[in-house]
């Protein structure tokens, strides 16, 4: 199925990230999405409000960003595709409720535009240091899928993915932007309506008699029904099983958690996703997604015009994180330089993928602002000698 | 009823298999439950267009106990959730069934905030005074001078005054009764399933493990009898006057009814008027 | 408000049915039945408590008062014609054994 083409934008705008975000998610057929204002996040929710009664879509601006969270979740068994939009401490409120959307398996797309933190930390300007948090930061085990859009074109493009993966693998999917990612304004292309591919409801067919809500199929994820359609089925937060009944023991939660977890882990080569540049002879690989990098990238070719081989790897579906391809790069490279505007935490990822076979060195920032190119390269320098 | 099989009236409501249900003896939740079950069926909405959504906390049970679209949600949010689902699916019918604990304390914000937009929602909360699910702690409905184990010497804190705080949010109808009204929740559940808006219908049940027995109040049966002599009716009466002290007279009744436009009807009133033809409704 | 504990109309009597395994013996029953026609068992059920049982079959109304205040849906009323047979007992546990109801 592909978008409608009532909704979609088509051609080419001059957009920044959060507006060029929120008509992704309207080409996606998002027709719900529950918001409370925080900067520098607004924007997305903002122009959804103004778009939403000329696409058929329902905006509501909730008392708190808990109420924004599961509000879309409601919508989403309702039968919608709904999204909330973020930064801060309010993704900090929202984590109940992904935990919640990985548990009852309720397709939804949570967005954050990252800022600096911790708490109040830095309403406008940049950080990264949500990575940790939007993998972990619910309690108990659950797999998310996460994409970091280093571009506005790519905040677009990758929440019509949000989108897909949400319903293709029933789970919680989150938008990992940042505040210069957000507030930066590009070129937009907006294509066809008929070259966007969407991942339709994964609805039931089976009557209601002979429908389990939770039972999977042997890729791991359960058929949807929507509310008022006869199934009459329940939903809990609770541990359950293929009738979405409570049942508090441990064979039911070693049943249901294995597979939460499994139904992506076991697909995460197929999630995965990342740009490389000049890889293939790459001795010094630098590791940088979002708006780092864009500056990972000068660095790199500063370091190439010095004939220093450098490369740069960068994630675009950031969880599940690309192990594999950093196992593989670790065999041959000489060192991983991991930039990331936060004190270090996708490195924690690199090292272990990389497990001692070569260096990893990380680049930190506090946020605020963007790293220096200059100050990059002195790093590839160093490493490459 | 000449049939030649009877069915008790609750049972096409219920998830039989997964009886007996959890509530204690002498709990009064399960009293509503029946109150309901006649409530759906005087209404004649067909069940497969009511959702029951439910929070957390032994009334938040309610909702892994009935064959509807049931959704048992996180602790406070069944509010939230449930206005995305009637906005996303609005020929539902969406019931919220709830604690006092969850739908008044951590649930609070929400719970005002639905009433001021008149959410098309149906709010029933089983107020017993107390957190059962979690072993008798203290709530914002403990009447003065009531103990529980985290105010082992008295609740000092003025209690909230449930129709009072709905009416003055903006509830649309609003009654009180207690688990002994059977009658009257019935036909206070059947009209509020029936008319549009934020309604809420509180009702005082029986904890009787944490809540009586601790205040020495006795079991289940002989609260059901206090309700029964120390319950006044009073349609009508002014929500101000309906604060509950312990072990005082409960004033009872509808207090509220009145018309007032929904939050979709607002909603789609000044979408229509700002946007005319170019508003497009809601494409499910 | 439809009045319930009136005697039913001559033309019907009244029929309890226990579902005796779901009570937890709250007594509510026994204490609200109008016409005062429920006793505690002497004997337990399954789970230790005493159900109620009929002890005045002629009294009963079945006004239902009974099911609508039981908090374990384990006792209902009905009323049926005086000149028909005694209806059967469609609880749930028969239900199950005949293959469910879902």
Redesign the interface.
Known sequence: MTADP?TVLTGPHFMDGNHAACEGAIAAGA??A?GYPITPSTEIVERFAMRA??????F?Q???E???S???????????K?FTVTSGPGFSLMM??IG?AAMTETPSVFVNVQRGGPSTGLPTLPAQGDMMQARWGSHGDYEIIALSPSSPQECFDLMVDAFNFAEQYRNPVIVLMDESVGHMTEKVVIPAASQIELFPHRYTRRA??DYLPFQPWPDGIPEFA?????????????THNEHG??AINAPQQQELVGRLVGKIRNHAEAIARAEECRLEDAQIVLVAYGITSRVALRAMQMAREERIPAGLLRPIVVWPFPEKRIRELAARARAFIVVEMNYGQMVREVERAAAGRCKTILMPHAGGAVHRPEAILDIIREAAQ | MSAPTAMNPVEPLLRSERMPHIWCPGCGIGTTVNCFARALERSKLPLDRVALVSGIGCTGRVAGYVHLDSFHTTHGRAIPFATGLKLARPEMTVVVYSGDGDLIAIGGNHFIHAARRNVDLKVICVNNFIYGMTGGQVAPTTPLGATATTAPYGAFERPFNLPFLAESSGAVYVARWTAYHVQHIAHAMAEALQKKGFCFIEILAPCPTLYQRRNRLGDGLETMRYYKQHSVIRNGASTRDLDLGFQSEITVGKFVDIERPTLQQTMEAAYRQALQQRYAGWRA | MPPTATPAARKFRGEVFIHADRCKGCGFCIEFCPPQVLAAAETYNRHGYHPPRLVNEAGCTGCDLCGLYCPDFAIYGVRVPLAAAAPKPETSRELAEAGGRR
């Open positions: 009532k027709n719900f529950a009664p000329l696409v058929g879509a329902t509501l909730m008392e708190d808990l109420a924004s599961i509000a879309i979740l409601g919508a989403a068994w309702g039968g919608a709904a109940e409720h919640y209601a008699a929507r509310a008022g359609d006869g199934y009459r089925f329940h939903v809990t937060g609770l009944y409570p």
